[in-house]
């Protein structure tokens, strides 16, 4: 096996998107986000956490109650990231099923408990000139973390998505256009 340093990469910066649950989507690794879909600011430095999980259920056989087979019955991937750049987007993604009015320059957002909020998300991860972006057609907020207000800190929101599957099963499209992607990348001196 060839080892190549060229291809490791390094997520430097990138963008969290949110829109209307059917907006249509980019369908590649750099073109202009839709109208509909909001940037949500900054990120904190611990960028966006993707996670994938698998249930499974072992079966055992009689004869030395050896495990002979794992069957999956359950999946899900999410994806866990802290907003730090308060808008009237990261409140309202926060405060699922709540809407902020202005009136003559003040804001009022009445909470409400939660309810299901089911929209479209991506994620832009960028290392110099590779691109990587990943889009949830159809995800939503399902787990908050606390707010903290410190005087020496962001006020931090921490919204972890979580990936539903379409008709045929996909939850996520990733697109790059790293060249490492394609087995393409120039062999290390």
Aim: charged residues 20%.
């Amino acid at each position: 096996m060839a080892l190549n340093a060229d291809a490791v990469r390094v997520a430097l910066t990138g963008a969290a998107y949110a829109a209307p649950k059917g907006t249509t989507a980019p369908t590649d690794a750099t073109s202009t986000w839709p109208a509909g879909a909001v940037d949500l600011g900054w990120i904190s430095d611990d960028g966006i956490t993707e996670s994938n999980s698998a249930d499974t259920s072992e079966i055992k056989a009689w004869q030395h109650g050896q495990t002979v087979r794992k069957v999956i019955s359950g999946s899900e991937m999410s994806f866990k990231f802290t907003c730090i750049e308060t808008s009237k987007s990261v409140l309202e993604l926060y405060h699922k099923g709540s809407k902020i009015i202005t009136t003559s320059g003040k804001s009022v957002l009445a909470i409400k408990a939660p309810g299901s909020d089911r929209r479209m998300f991506g994620f832009d991860v960028v290392d110099g000139n590779s691109h990587l972006r990943i889009v949830v057609p159809d995800g939503e907020v399902t787990e908050v973390g606390d707010i903290a207000y410190k005087n020496a800190e962001a006020i931090a929101y921490e919204l972890t998505i979580t990936a539903y599957p379409s008709a045929d099963g996909t939850v996520a499209y990733k697109y790059s256009d790293d060249p490492a992607w394609s087995g393409s990348t120039p062999p290390a001196p």
